[in-house]
């Protein structure tokens, strides 16, 4: 938790993994990294900087030198020796007065602070340059298009059939079996939907086989659901996709498969089946087996069986690699339940499971993603050596809700049994985003899924009013990692739970006011993110935080971008030298919003008359000349 300092956030001294702060994202072992600290002058007189870092788990200490002064900051700089895949470093500042603080990525503190949440450079393989500059939109097949071949096809046995304007059933059976009939050529025929959206990432709910219509119980991983249309349906959407220059990635349960699976049906109630050793058995008889969350269809993998490994996830013929290879060229994986998978009881082989997953995808095409599903504190998982992002709820969607979402009566709040969604404040939210993303390295940070709901959740709207809505669009596409929009959200739909939020697209209302405005926000949001690679890859600092509003600037070299998120009217004025805005006066036009901005000799004054979200694009950083020549990994010019 961030120390109380009397200094407001703007003068608090600052270092991120940006590339304004750490002179290379993708360092080896051995490499020299120079990394910078920026302290503001407002802070006070600051006689020493000295590197923490703990390589091999054993302190080692190291002095920074003074770059000066440049716009009301001085900058320190230091060179780095990665000796460790995960080379963790923190800040400790001497003052004048004899005290003395640490920094590091959950911010300053006046004792020393943990290991976990040290500022982190990753030697390990990086995740592909595009991750950073993603914009994902989610589609749950079954609910987003149906091609004219859907007609062609008869429903299977388990299904309950409805027609596509019919209500989502919200009780069982209903829930797994109400199927729309939505298949792939039906999300190629809509592929000019997302372009108008600017997304460039889609992702894929599971396309394997089933006995539901989320599909996540799979009955089998080598070909895609005839029911979507086949192999040669998944291939076309792919070619169509990268034709317009956007990925595609799928989902895998890596955790379970489903009751009617081969590997399952092989082994129930056979012992001598060489697929026996796939699953956790509580009998000898193999009848009765664990399962994920108790759910009989959904029994689940024991991953110390080596052949498991070498059918799913290990080598060239292995589930990871077929869809990823030509002619399917998918461009990565969502792994399902990732948090659960290869732990139960005594076992923990997630680490290895991971890794055998990524080094099979580096094998089969490096430039590819792998996310993992976590529905909590992600960070101990989640340093690189696998996973390249989170889709988690703790960092992002819990507190975004929490700030902005009515304290509303839920039935449970993103797996907590709450009974309401809490009523936080903006320092609340702060707090939370902050602590739950110190844990992780910065690059995971930038592949990390800021989603406001996922076909897991209700979505946001039906817990917000919508003055509202560009304010939690704007956070997500403007904090550091992946925006997400679940398909449906950009129409405004809402749902209650995860299953009443699959609703089928009502592409029908695409041109209804109400739709095509909330269409219009969700690509302007998205074109801002998009014309800004600071908005992707730049550093964060934050400037305010208050009940009702937050100031950040997203930052390089060659820009800035200043940004206020506000829920009610809001008036926050900050020192000039805080923001590169020196040459402006008067006001300054925003690229997105409606709040104002003014800029005096008093400093920069942001007005919002309500809710909103306000961006305006400044000059880059300036910063002052190393003379010291380090190798050139470093920073020196």
């Given at each position: 938790m961030l120390t109380p300092h009397p200094l407001p956030f703007h003068s608090l001294p600052h270092h991120d993994g940006s590339p304004l702060y750490v002179s290379t994202q993708t360092p080896t072992l051995g490499d020299v990294v120079t990394v910078r600290l920026r302290i503001p002058l407002a802070f006070g007189d600051v006689t020493m900087v000295r590197t923490r870092a703990n390589p091999d788990r054993e302190p080692r200490f190291g002095d920074a030198r003074p770059l000066g002064p440049a716009d009301g900051h001085v900058w320190w700089v230091a060179d780095l020796v990665v000796e460790n895949p995960v080379h963790g470093y923190r800040f400790l500042l001497t003052m004048a007065d004899g005290g003395h603080w640490w920094l590091n990525a959950s911010g300053l503190h006046d004792i020393e602070t943990l290991d976990s949440e040290d500022f982190k450079l990753v030697a390990h393989p990086a995740p592909p340059e595009w991750a950073a500059t993603s914009v994902m939109y989610q589609v749950f097949p079954d609910r987003f298009a149906r091609s004219d071949a859907a007609d062609t096809r008869e429903a299977p046995d388990w299904a309950m059939p409805a027609e596509w304007d019919d209500a989502v059933d919200q009780l069982p059976p209903g829930r797994s079996h109400q199927f729309y009939g939505g298949d792939l050529d039906g999300i190629t025929e809509h592929l000019d939907h997302l372009e108008r959206l600017g997304v460039t990432l889609l992702y894929l709910t599971p396309v394997f086989p089933g006995r539901s219509n989320h599909r996540y119980d799979a009955a089998g991983f080598v070909e895609v659901d005839p029911l979507l249309g086949g192999d040669a349906a998944l291939i076309r959407l792919v070619e169509a996709v990268h034709a317009r220059g956007l990925k595609v990635i799928g989902d895998l349960t890596a955790n379970h498969s489903g009751d009617g699976h081969e590997w399952f049906q092989a082994a129930h109630l056979d012992p001598s089946a060489p697929e026996s050793a796939f699953y956790y058995w509580l009998d000898a008889e193999h009848r009765d087996y664990m399962s994920w969350l108790g759910v009989p269809e959904l029994p689940k993998f024991n991953w110390s069986s080596t052949e498991l490994r070498r059918r799913f996830i290990d080598g060239p013929d292995s589930v990871v690699a077929r869809w990823l290879a030509a002619p399917y060229s998918l461009d990565g994986w969502r792994i399902d339940v990732a948090n659960m998978t290869g732990r139960l009881g005594d076992d923990d082989l997630n680490a290895e499971v991971r890794q055998?997953?990524?080094?099979?995808?580096?094998?089969?095409?490096?430039?590819?993603?792998?996310?993992?599903?976590?529905?909590?504190?992600?960070?101990?998982?989640?340093?690189?050596?696998?996973?390249?992002?989170?889709?988690?709820?703790?960092?992002?969607?819990?507190?975004?809700?929490?700030?902005?979402?009515?304290?509303?009566?839920?039935?449970?709040?993103?797996?907590?049994?709450?009974?309401?969604?809490?009523?936080?404040?903006?320092e609340q939210f702060h707090r939370a985003h902050t602590r739950f993303a110190a844990g992780f390295p910065w690059r995971t940070r930038l592949a990390t899924m800021n989603a406001l709901d996922t076909h897991d959740t209700a979505r946001f709207r039906t817990h917000a009013d919508a003055e509202v809505v560009p304010v939690a669009?704007?956070?997500?596409?403007?904090?550091?990692?992946?925006?997400?929009?679940?398909?449906?959200?950009?129409?405004?739909?809402?749902?209650?739970?995860?299953?009443?939020?699959?609703?089928?697209?009502?592409?029908?209302?695409?041109?209804?006011?109400?739709?095509?405005?909330?269409?219009?926000?969700?690509?302007?949001?998205?074109?801002?993110?998009?014309?800004?690679?600071?908005?992707?890859?730049?550093?964060?600092?934050?400037?305010?935080?208050?009940?009702?509003?937050?100031?950040?600037?997203?930052?390089?070299?060659?820009?800035?971008?200043?940004?206020?998120?506000?829920?009610?009217?809001?008036?926050?004025?900050?020192?000039?030298?805080?923001?590169?805005?020196?040459?402006?006066?008067?006001?300054?036009?925003?690229?997105?919003?409606?709040?104002?901005?003014?800029?005096?000799?008093?400093?920069?004054?942001?007005?919002?008359?309500?809710?909103?979200?306000?961006?305006?694009?400044?000059?880059?950083?300036?910063?002052?000349?190393?003379?010291?020549?380090?190798?050139?990994?470093?920073?020196?010019r």
């Open positions: 055998t997953i990524r080094r099979t995808m580096i094998d089969v095409n490096p430039d590819t993603i792998l996310l993992g599903e976590f529905t909590n504190d992600a960070s101990a998982d989640f340093q690189g050596d696998a996973w390249h992002g989170a889709m988690t709820y703790a960092n992002f969607t819990r507190p975004l809700w929490s700030w902005l979402a009515r304290p509303d009566p839920v039935s449970s709040f993103f797996g907590l049994p709450l009974g309401t969604i809490p009523a936080h404040t903006g669009v704007g956070l997500s596409v403007t904090l550091p990692g992946i925006p997400v929009v679940l398909a449906g959200d950009e129409f405004g739909l809402v749902g209650v739970d995860g299953e009443h939020s699959r609703t089928p697209m009502p592409w029908g209302s695409a041109a209804d006011p109400d739709v095509a405005a909330t269409i219009d926000l969700y690509s302007t949001l998205i074109g801002l993110r998009r014309g800004h690679e600071a908005l992707s890859t730049g550093g964060l600092r934050w400037l305010y935080v208050g009940e009702d509003a937050l100031v950040y600037v997203r930052e390089t070299e060659q820009e800035s971008v200043l940004l206020l998120a506000t829920r009610a009217a809001a008036e926050v004025t900050v020192p000039g030298w805080v923001v590169p805005v020196s040459g402006l006066s008067g006001g300054v036009p925003p690229e997105v919003g409606t709040a104002l901005c003014t800029v005096s000799d008093a400093g920069v004054r942001l007005v919002a008359a309500g809710a909103s979200f306000t961006a305006w694009a400044l000059p880059g950083v300036t910063i002052p000349p190393d003379e010291h020549l380090v190798s050139p990994r470093g920073l020196a």
